[in-house]
């Protein structure tokens, strides 16, 4: 799978209705120029680059570095198309807010519009619905999903044949007022779970500061359950449930009994019997939650262990797939599966490097001149065989090459 990560800041406010009809407009030409020169399917992996989609909204004149280029630029595209999905072969659904709750419904209709039959609807509703469990309960990173947009190509030629499909999804964080958005690519997916996070971006504060700052225990703590390190995490976790619901709250009844202040791990043995009283000693566990984790007023999460506990997934992806599980039931299997059994999960944020924080000098890290100067190069050649006027080409690519 091809993934990136975006953070912007956190931006209020309205677009101004001639600032939106500007960008359908100059999206529309943007959309048939990309799908004449390129076809629809690679429409939809560029999409999929935060670069390229960060460069596209500079060239339909949002802000660069803005949190608002998301979901208006999704807006904008999925407008300038309207009517013309068919015929162009892309298909837009979702957006900010409640609209991101109708994706599942405009899959649905367009799949009967486009006779793509039930396994293949189920199958883009299902990828969907699992793109956003996974950046809100695997990618547990302090933002809160409020934008979901579902973009789909479909073969020419071919009735019900199917192309390729993308989601750009962003959560807000409003204790550091900013926003991160994340892009799938359905191109080479071998598991939904399991994230090799390849072109991942971050604009605003360094993700190397942020990294640090979380081993520290600050409030930016990540935990990462999609990363290739948290393998016995997500391994463990699927085992835990398979045993029995029993079985795994005597692990979080100890931890509920045993997570205090005290500051060392106490044992009492009287011949062959033993007693251990677990403590979560702050400066070995000064970099996992589970020192804020209140195991004692969680009575839902022990109905939602229940429940998967008697389903008995039997993998990691179908215990994520089952309705309710959630944020805190994947953090309270992780937390059992380290404190008890040694299975630590990565704490890492998967948002690698920074729009704003590369230099040319290599401070804090290199830029990635070949992605931005191929992107930027791609952008200028749509731009010049748009029908756009003369002095309107030239304001674009000057933009183009000054974003601030």
Not at 24 to 29: P, W
Not at 47 to 72: M, Y
Not at 101 to 111: H, M, R
């Amino acid at each position: 799978m091809q993934r990136g990560v975006a953070t912007f800041t956190l931006d209020y406010g309205k677009c101004p209705k001639w600032l939106f009809d500007r960008m359908v407009a100059l999206g529309r030409e943007m959309v048939d120029v990309i799908v004449a020169e390129e076809g629809p399917d690679e429409f939809v992996k560029r999409i999929a680059d935060p670069v390229w989609f960060q460069s596209l909204g500079t060239v339909l004149a949002f802000d660069w570095n803005a949190s608002g280029l998301t979901t208006i630029l999704t807006a904008a595209l999925k407008e300038a198309i309207r009517g013309r999905e068919r015929e162009l072969g892309i298909f837009i659904c979702g957006g900010k807010g409640k609209t991101s709750l109708k994706v599942p419904d405009e899959i649905t209709n367009w799949g009967a519009r486009l006779g793509l039959g039930e396994e293949k609807t189920n199958a883009l509703i299902y990828n969907s619905k699992m793109s956003a469990k996974v950046d809100s309960s695997l990618v547990q990173d302090n933002y809160s999903i409020y934008h979901h947009s579902f973009f789909f190509s479909r073969l020419a030629g071919k009735k019900g044949s199917m192309g390729s499909w993308a989601v750009v999804q962003q959560g807000m964080n409003i204790g550091n007022q900013t926003a991160r958005r994340y892009h799938w690519y359905s191109e080479n997916i071998k598991d939904l779970v399991c994230e090799p996070h390849s072109g991942i971006s971050q604009l605003g504060e360094n993700p190397a500061r942020n990294a640090s700052h979380s081993d520290a225990g600050g409030a930016d703590t990540v935990l990462n359950l999609v990363a290739k390190e948290s393998d016995k995490t997500r391994q463990l976790s699927t085992e835990m449930v398979g045993i029995g619901y029993n079985t795994i709250m005597k692990d979080i009844q100890l931890l509920r009994r045993h997570s205090s202040h005290l500051s060392q791990m106490a044992k009492f043995g009287i011949g062959p019997e033993q007693l251990t009283l677990l403590n979560l000693e702050n400066t070995e566990f000064d970099y996992h939650p589970v020192v804020n984790e209140d195991f004692s007023k969680s009575k839902y999460l022990e109905k939602i262990l229940w429940k998967v506990c008697d389903v008995k997934p039997e993998n990691y992806e179908k215990l994520l797939s089952l309705q309710g599980v959630g944020p805190k039931t994947m953090r309270a299997l992780a937390l059992v599966g380290e404190v008890i059994y040694g299975a630590k999960p990565s704490y890492e944020d998967p948002a690698r490097y920074s729009f704003a924080h590369g230099g040319k000098d290599s401070t804090p890290y290199p830029v990635d001149c070949t992605t931005y100067d191929f992107t930027i190069n791609k952008m200028r050649e749509y731009v010049e065989k748009t029908k756009l006027a003369g002095s309107e080409k030239r304001k674009i690519i000057n933009k183009l090459d000054n974003p601030e």
